[in-house]
Each structure stands twice: as C-alpha cells, then as structure tokens.
C-alpha cells in the first residue's frame, strides 16, 4: 500500500509542479481529483504512512496551539532604500570605490511577507517568518498549503531559501467580495492580507487564501559550488522553486535605471503589487567584499517607488471623536485603487488645513499614502470646481454627546468624560495591540459590549467572566469564542507594566514614554507616587508628559481604576523582558568595529562584571557579536556562523 500512496504523492506533485511553476499542465483536473480522492482514502485508511511531502497538506487543517519560535542560522536581513537616481548613483559608486564590478541583478520587490524555507533530504521540513531577523516563527502548517512551495524538490540535499509569500491582485479581490458577502470588514491591502493569513493556528485558513511564494534568496550559495547570484536564480528554479521570471541582468546604473523605468510603467498590470525594485549585485565574491551593515547587506539596495497619488471625489466631510476627546476631521471619499488598498477615507488633521487648502465637500481631491501611513488628502483640483461645492463649517458641538467642543492649539476637544464614543474609543485602545494586547477584542466587539452594558470602564474588562452565561447567547457568539476570550484577558494580566500604562491612556504617554516609565519606576506603585519633579529629571520624560502624568495619578476616578484592576490580578510590575531576561553569565562575546559610547576596555569591564568573557575571534561558541563602526571580517564571519549581532546601542540596553 506505501508504494502505491508514494505513486500517487509523486503524480500529484510534479502535476502541481507543472501546472503551478512551469504553467503548463500536463493532466486534467478530474484526473487530478481522481488521484487525490484515492490518496485521502488511503491516508484516512492508513495515517501512519502518510507521506512528509503529501499534497494532501495542501488543503489544510493542522491546527498548532501557538507560534515555536525559529532561530534562523544566518540572520534574515532586510534591505536598506533609495528613494531616486541619486541615491542609485551613489550607491553604485560606493562599491565601484570597493574595485567591484558594477554588474547587478534587477528584481522586482514583491510587496508580501518574507519566508525561509528548509529542506531536508528535498523534502520541505520547515517554514519560517523573519521576525526580527534573527528569530522568527514557525508558519510550516501554512506553508504547505501554498501551491507555489514545492514539499519536495527536485533533488534530494538539504538547502534553506529564501522568498517573499504574496497574494496576487485577484485573490484579495476574491477574498474581500465573500468577506462583503458575510458582512464582514474587506481587508485593507494584499500584504495585510498574506501575513495576516499566514499568522493563523489553523492552516484551514491559510488554504483557503490562495497565497503564492516567490523565492529570491539562497543563504548558503557556496555550498552548492555557485558563484553567481543570477545562477542562484537559475539553480532554485531547477529545484523546483517559482522564481521570477522578470528579474534581470543589468549592467551599470544605466541598466538599473532602465529597469526601473520599465517597471514603473508595467507595474500596474502585474497581476501582484510591488513596491519598488531590488537592486543586488551579481558576484558572490563581490557581494562578501562589500560585506553588511548591522542591518543590511551593503550589496543591495531596494528602489522604492514614490508614493502614489490618485484623484477622487470627496463626498462629505465627517468629524470623528478620539479616545482624548478630539475632534477630527475626516474626508469620506468615493472608493478608489491606491497603492494596493481600496480607500473611503482620509485625514484632514485640523480646521487650518481644512481652510489652507480651501478643501470643500464635493470637491475632486488628490490623496496620497506613504508606506503603511493614514491616507491624507494633499490638495483640490480647482479646474474641477463646479460651483456646487460646499465649504465645511467645523460643528461647536461634539457630534456623538451634543456638549460644546473646546478649542485647544489648532484641534477641537469634546472635554465630556461621558461620551460615549470617546469612552468606547478609550475601550478599544486598551484591548488594542501595542497596549493590552487582548485578543479577540477588536473595535466592534468592544463597542457592541459597550452598547449592550457589559463594558463600561476599563477594569470591566476583568469582569466578563461573571457574564458568561449570558454573552454565550448572543448573536454569533458560543461558548468556545467566549471563553477565548476570557482567556485572552486572563492572559493579558501578566503583562508587563508599559503595556498597562500604554492602555490606560494617559494623555502624551505612548508605547515608547510607557517604556521610559516602566523601566524607571518598575511599579505602578512607585509611578503613582513620583513627583512632577522625578519625572521631569527622567531623560526622554518633558514637562507636558510629567504634568499629564500627576494630573492622571491624583484624579479619584483614575485611583478606583487602578485599584479595581489591582483587585482583579493585573502584574503592575516591570518584567523587563529584554533587559532582565538576559543571564550572559558564562557567554562569550566578541567586539568589532568602533564603538561611539563606549571604549573597547569599558565594553570589556561590563562583559566581565556581568560574568561573561570577551574572545578575539568568532567562532560557533560565540554568544553575539557587538558591532560598532566600520566593522571588519569578525563581522562576516558572525554572519555566515548565523551568531546574533548586536549594536553598541543594542548592548547596552541588554546589559543594564
Ligand atoms: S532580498 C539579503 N529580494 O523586501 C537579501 N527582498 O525591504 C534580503 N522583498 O525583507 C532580501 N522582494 O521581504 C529581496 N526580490 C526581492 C524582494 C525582497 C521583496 C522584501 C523582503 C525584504 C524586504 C526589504
């Protein structure tokens, strides 16, 4: 029976390979199902000679418990920009300097989510996102649900590559009709979508997102004797791999430009996005004389493409209500295409800039968006101007409550503590990422918990649980998504104490001053206590955030949140994850490059005191390497080793 079950994985397969990488089919699609039908039977008869590369794991349904947690053996970096011809120029001329040859691959950059791949014996052993370069997660579950990633390739050796997983144009647009069609929010952008896709537990998900993988990268080239990034290219296709078929040979910063020029003009009938052109050179040699930065390898740059500007109709003009109580005005637009992602709205910021740009409703606007930024509208198109156009009058009352708004600076406050949308915004931010990090609670659970009573203020949150009978009953809700839930909150409780001081909103304090806090103060207690003057003195900390900061602790309503959640087992300590966690007892480390803070001696005194040794070479045992300026072949070394490297900047925070 195995024999047979290997067969008809092989047939499977290289048609998958045929109609997926060489788009040429080689049986039909009732033959294919024919076979695929047998195997499932075959594999539900017999599970436990399922086959590591069986393509029945395409269609998902490996469901994890959580994300393991991957260490990549050479870091995945990322690419450094350049914004025009002139940057091209001197990023050509800097590895000119270097005596290298100006000979460079074109590519497009595919604008998705990185992946590593790692085959062992040619089967697809593990799946990997990048993470923050040197750790990332393990995504092997959704990974083989996507066509493009072969389960096995075409030669049995172990390789590791690299690409981007993407979501063509289509799929998202097919993706976003049936989340209409379930009323559910179309998402945002075709990246959002793929990394949102492959974050899932269950790979159900994944399948169902039609996702595509492109491969660009090898790691490890000599290992397979290959001296040409373009032979690299061509050695990955062979094994099976889907590689663009666009990139290209350039020479010089002519051949670049016109690459660049090229795919300005075609890029909007790609049937993926993209958001520039990655520029590399072709010599492996080269490239490891031009060596790395801490960040990014000094061999190859990414063109970006200037953000796009499209034209529509701004209907009206709509003031929305911030957890602060500002007024903000928003344009509500007719829907256009930009950059990727359908846009209804954008930012006015202010009355003035309403007024400065004389922008009125009905008006044809240009919008523009950079990167992941809120869309903005950048000016009217006066030739367009019928004279029915309505000038905007900004409202004296807040458009939720009816209170009179406040003037503060150039924005426009509703000061009611009640209202409701400021309230539910206040809500939403604490669940919400960078703050508590609740899961499940996303901006219409919350508001409709608002709507039904259950959540009024922040400590209600804690008690849900109290409730659980009844909210199993409502409409779309069950047992299990309750109690997931409550779980989240359960686990948001151990959270460290700048994520609690983020959520609870204290006026000017962010995710970045929430830290600064934190890391001083270790306490809630102690933060509630401080004097405008201890704040002050603290580095990072102005006179407006201390001022926000005593304000907060000395209002009664704030002291019974505190308390409440207190009651409720909320962690009100720094845990200090990346400081603390950090036992470099018995490490070894080694220095390169110039550092700027510190001498080499006092880098070497810390190292020591903290009970870790300093080494003048790297090897496997070496524990990071800490890079300064200009660092030299320690630093290569460390690279190809895979041995995390630190900054200066990043070694002092570790050590403290
Ligand atoms: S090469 C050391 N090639 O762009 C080589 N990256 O902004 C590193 N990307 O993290 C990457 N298309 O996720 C490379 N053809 C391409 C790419 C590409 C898209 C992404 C990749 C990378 C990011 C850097």
């Given at each position: ?13 290289e ?17 294919f ?9 075959l594999e539900?008869?017999?599970?436990e ?9 395409r269609?998902?349904?490996?469901v994890?418990?959580?994300f393991?947690?991957v ?16 940057e091209?120029?001197?990023?050509d ?19 998705g ?9 040619g089967v ?8 923050d370069?040197v ?20 030669e ?19 993706l976003?009709e ?5 009323g ?5 952008n075709?990246r ?8 899932q ?19 490890n080239p000599?290992d397979?004797?290959i ?13 099976g ?17 016109s ?5 300005t003009?075609?890029?909007?009938d ?28 000094k ?12 034209l ?9 209500v ?6 903000t005005?928003n344009?509500i ?6 950059m ?19 922008i ?5 606007v240009a919008i ?7 869309p903005?509208v ?11 156009e ?9 458009p ?9 600076d ?11 949308k ?11 990422r960078?703050a508590m ?20 203020s922040?400590?209600d ?9 009844e ?5 779309g809700?069950?047992l299990?998504s ?9 686990e948001?409780?151990?959270n460290?104490l ?5 959520g609870?909103g204290?006026r000017?304090v962010g995710?970045?001053g929430?830290?600064?806090l ?6 809630m207690d ?7 003057d201890?704040?002050?003195n ?6 407006i ?12 309503e704030?002291k ?12 009100m ?6 400081v ?6 018995g ?10 803070q ?12 903290a ?25 290569t070394?460390a690279?190809e ?9 990043e ?6």
């Open positions: 029976m195995e024999e047979r079950m290997k067969e008809l994985v092989r047939i499977l397969n048609a998958n390979y045929n109609y997926y990488v060489l788009d040429n089919p080689t049986i039909t699609d009732q033959e199902d024919k076979y695929l039908r047998e195997l499932i039977s539900e008869k017999y599970p000679l399922k086959q590591a590369d069986s393509p029945t794991s269609v998902g349904g490996e994890i418990d959580g393991n947690k260490y990549h053996e050479k870091p995945m970096l990322s690419l450094s920009n350049v914004f025009n011809e002139d091209i120029i001197e990023f001329e800097r590895l000119k300097k270097e005596h290298i040859k100006p000979e460079y691959v074109c590519e497009l950059k595919i604008d989510l990185s992946v590593s791949l790692l085959y062992e014996k697809l052993k593990r799946a990997a996102t990048r993470g370069g750790v990332g997660e393990d995504i092997t579950h959704n990974a083989k649900t996507i066509k493009d990633i072969p389960l096995r390739i075409n049995p050796i172990d390789i590791e590559v690299r690409g981007e997983i993407y979501m063509t144009k289509k799929a998202l647009l097919e976003n049936k989340r209409i069609d379930r559910v929010e179309p998402l945002a075709a959002n979508a793929a990394a949102g896709s492959v974050r537990l269950d790979s159900k998900v994944a399948a169902s997102r039609n996702l595509s993988c492109f491969i660009y990268h090898l790691p000599e397979y004797g001296k040409t990034h373009f032979e690299a290219l061509e050695f990955m296709k062979k094994l791999f889907v590689v663009n078929d666009n990139n290209r040979k350039v020479e010089g910063v002519k051949g670049i430009l690459f660049i020029e090229e795919w003009k075609k890029r909007p790609l049937p993926y996005d993209i958001d520039g052109v990655v520029i590399k050179l072709n010599d492996l040699a080269d490239q490891l004389r031009a060596g790395y930065t801490a960040k990014y390898p061999w190859a740059t990414a063109y970006k493409f200037p953000a796009e500007l499209v529509t109709r701004l209907k009206e003009i709509k003031m929305t911030g957890r602060t109580g500002q007024v005005p344009a637009l007719e829907p256009v295409l930009l990727g992602s359908v846009i209804s709205k954008a930012t006015l910021h202010n009355e003035e800039y309403i007024r400065l740009k004389d009125r409703e009905g008006d044809i523009r968006k950079a990167g992941d930024v809120i903005r950048e000016k009217v198109i006066l030739d367009r101007r019928t004279g029915k309505k000038v905007f009058e900004i409202p004296k009352t807040c939720i409550c009816g209170s009179d708004l406040v003037k503060k150039a924005a426009y406050y509703c000061e009611n503590p009640m209202c409701d400021r309230t539910i915004e206040k809500l939403i931010h604490f669940a919400s960078d990090n609740i899961e499940g609670f996303g901006d219409s659970i919350v508001e409709d918990f608002y709507n039904m009573g259950y959540l009024k922040i400590p949150f804690y008690n849900l649980g109290k409730y659980k009978e909210l199993m009953e409502l409409e809700f069950g299990k309750i109690e997931n839930l409550l779980n989240a909150l359960e948001s409780k151990k460290s700048e994520k609690l001081l983020f609870l204290i000017h995710a970045k929430a830290k600064v934190a890391k001083h103060f270790r306490t102690n933060l509630s206590i401080a004097t405008f201890d704040l002050v603290i580095p990072d900390v102005g006179d955030i201390a001022r926000s900061i005593v304000d907060y602790f000395s209002d009664d704030n019974e949140i505190i308390k409440k959640l207190k009651e409720y087992g909320l962690n300590e720094y845990l200090g994850t990346e603390a966690n950090i036992n470099i007892s490490k070894t480390f080694v220095l390169t490059g110039s550092l700027e510190l001498t080499r001696d006092e880098a070497e005194e810390m190292i020591e005191n009970g870790g040794k300093t080494s003048g070479s790297v090897s496997k045992k070496t524990y990071a390497v800490i890079v300064g300026k200009d660092p030299g072949s320690k630093y070394k690279l080793l895979g041995i995390p490297i630190w900054t200066e900047e070694f002092l925070e570790k050590i403290k």
